[in-house]
């Protein structure tokens, strides 16, 4: 069974653009979470998608939004990039969350110039 | 808020050494705890995947435990290996807010031949 992919593997940005990244998971996972990677924070949770709803969200700015498509496949989108949104993105599926083991994906590197 | 603490940050031992790895948490109405391994610049590996209604869980050389009422766990590695050389996380399932996890900072491991 394929695990989470992700892509792109590594993303160099300049500050004010966009980006999306993208998050495929497991087979038959309908829950996609995700998180940020920075030295200074740690990991910090930033929404998760269940069924193409968005269910849960963390305590990030309005430019950080995702979604979720009809066959799991998960999206995030960060507008106007910012020096410290410079970070590893990870995503992670379990099955239907809550109480399932998640999985997480290999990560995206965004560096921000 | 929970809040996830790991000790030590760091830790450097010779190959063969048995070690232990400390998690604590503040509110104890989790639904699971979760130890994961990072290698650099990479995503998370699940180690081990422990219910709130679990005591313990054994994977090869891993085994990890839960004491929910004290809000700890321990991650406990025998024999180890130059191979087992990453960052150790921890992370916890709380009651509410479904799929989220919330990590400590993880401790860095060194194992030298």
């Known amino acids: 069974k394929a695990g989470v992919t992700q892509t792109p593997r590594y993303l160099i940005k300049t500050r004010g653009q966009q980006v999306t990244l993208s998050c495929s998971p497991i087979?038959?996972?309908?829950?996609v979470s995700w998180y940020q990677q920075t030295p200074g924070q740690g990991l910090q949770f930033l929404f998760e998608?269940?069924?193409?709803?968005?269910?849960n969200k963390g305590n990030f700015p309005g430019r950080f939004s995702g979604r979720q498509f009809s066959n799991s496949r998960s999206e995030m989108n960060v507008s106007t990039l910012e020096l410290g949104d410079s970070a590893l993105y990870l995503c992670?599926?379990?099955?239907?969350?809550?109480?399932?083991?998640?999985?997480f994906g290999p990560g995206t590197r965004l560096t921000v110039l | 808020k929970q809040e996830v603490t790991q000790i030590p940050a760091a830790l450097s031992v010779p190959e063969g050494e048995n070690l232990v790895l400390n998690c604590s948490f503040t509110?104890?109405?989790?639904?699971?705890l979760q130890w994961f391994r990072q290698d650099p610049g990479k995503g998370l590996t699940s180690l081990l995947l422990?219910?709130?209604?679990?005591r313990e869980q054994t994977s090869g050389r891993l085994n990890a435990s839960l004491d929910k009422s004290s809000g700890r766990s321990t991650l406990y590695i025998a024999a180890s290996q130059p191979g087992d050389s990453a960052t150790y996380l921890c992370?916890?399932?709380?009651?509410?807010?479904?799929?989220?996890?919330?990590f400590g900072k993880g401790t860095m491991l060194l194992v030298s031949p």
């Open positions: 509110d104890s109405a989790i639904y699971n």
């Open positions: 992670a599926s379990s099955y239907s969350g809550g109480t399932n083991e998640q999985f």
């Open positions: 422990i219910q709130s209604s679990q």
């Open positions: 087979s038959g996972h309908r829950s």
């Open positions: 992370a916890v399932k709380g009651r509410s807010g479904y799929s989220t996890l919330t």
């Open positions: 998608y269940f069924s193409e709803t968005q269910r």
